[in-house]
C-alpha cells in the first residue's frame, strides 16, 4: 500500500520560514494536501492540489510538489502557526495521511 | 456556513457495534462525496471510508474493510458509519469530512469519541 511519510517535528523561530515535508514514491504524480491541527480541534485544510490555498488561509502558507517530494512552506512564521501539520495524498481509491510534523515555534 | 456534527460515539466492549452519524447543513450535501476519518487518542490521522455523491462508489481502509459500513441518506442529509466487531484499535475519535473532490478534505466536523475497552 502507498505511504507518505514525514519529519516529526520541524522548529522555527517567529518570522523565519518554515518548510515541512512529505516523501513518496512518484509523489509529484498526484495531488497533495496538507491540514492544520492544533490541540483538541478538527484539522484544518491549509492547502490543496499540490498549491493552492482555501480562502481564509493566510497567504503565508504556500505548497509545493515534485519528484518524490511535496514541501509546506510558511513564510513568516507566527506563534499561531504552532501545530501538528499533515499532508495527504490519493492512490488508487485510498486515501493515505502522513504521520504529521509537529512545528514548534520558539 | 458549512456545519458537520457527528455523534453515535461512546463506549463499547470488544466485539460490539456502534452506528456513526453526521449531519450536514449549510451546503448541497447531496452534490458533494464525504468520508470518515479517525485519529486515535495522541496518534496521527486515519483515513476510515469513502463514499460518492450518490451513494453508488464506495471504499474502504483495509484495516476496517469487512466490519464498518458507510451509507448516507441525501434526503436527511445526514452520513453513517455502521461499525461492527469492534477491537480496541478502532479507538479513536471519528470525523466525517466533505470532499468537494476526490483528493481533499475541505470541511470537518467536530469529532465523535468511540472507546472500544472492555
Known amino acids: 500500500s502507498y505511504e507518505v511519510t514525514q519529519p516529526p517535528s520541524v522548529s522555527v523561530s517567529p518570522g523565519q520560514t518554515a518548510s515541512i515535508t512529505c516523501s513518496g514514491d512518484k509523489l509529484g504524480n498526484k495531488y497533495v494536501c496538507w491540514y492544520q491541527q492544533k490541540p483538541g480541534q478538527s484539522p484544518v485544510l491549509v492547502i490543496f492540489?499540490?498549491?493552492k490555498r482555501p480562502s481564509g488561509i493566510p497567504e503565508r502558507f504556500s505548497g509545493s510538489n515534485s519528484g518524490n517530494t511535496a514541501t509546506l512552506t510558511i513564510s513568516g512564521t507566527q506563534a499561531m502557526d504552532e501545530a501538528d501539520y499533515y499532508c495527504q495524498a490519493w492512490d488508487s481509491s485510498t486515501w493515505v495521511f502522513g504521520g504529521g510534523t509537529k512545528l514548534t515555534v520558539l | 456556513e458549512v456545519q458537520l456534527v457527528e455523534s453515535g460515539g461512546g463506549l463499547v466492549q470488544p466485539g460490539g457495534s456502534l452506528r456513526l452519524s453526521c449531519a450536514a447543513s449549510?451546503?448541497?450535501?447531496?452534490?458533494?462525496?464525504m468520508n470518515w476519518v479517525r485519529q486515535a487518542p495522541g496518534k496521527g490521522l486515519e483515513w476510515v471510508s469513502y463514499i460518492s455523491s450518490s451513494g453508488s462508489t464506495i471504499y474502504y481502509a483495509d484495516s476496517v474493510r469487512g466490519r464498518f459500513t458507510i451509507s448516507r441518506d441525501n434526503a436527511k442529509n445526514s452520513l453513517f458509519l455502521q461499525m461492527n466487531s469492534l477491537r480496541a484499535e478502532d479507538t479513536a475519535v471519528y470525523y466525517c469530512?466533505?470532499?468537494?473532490?476526490?483528493?481533499?478534505?475541505?470541511?470537518w466536523g467536530q469529532g465523535t469519541l468511540v472507546t472500544v475497552s472492555s
Open positions: 469530512a466533505r470532499s468537494p473532490d476526490s483528493g481533499t478534505f475541505d470541511y
Open positions: 492540489q499540490d498549491n
Open positions: 449549510g451546503f448541497a450535501f447531496s452534490s458533494y462525496e
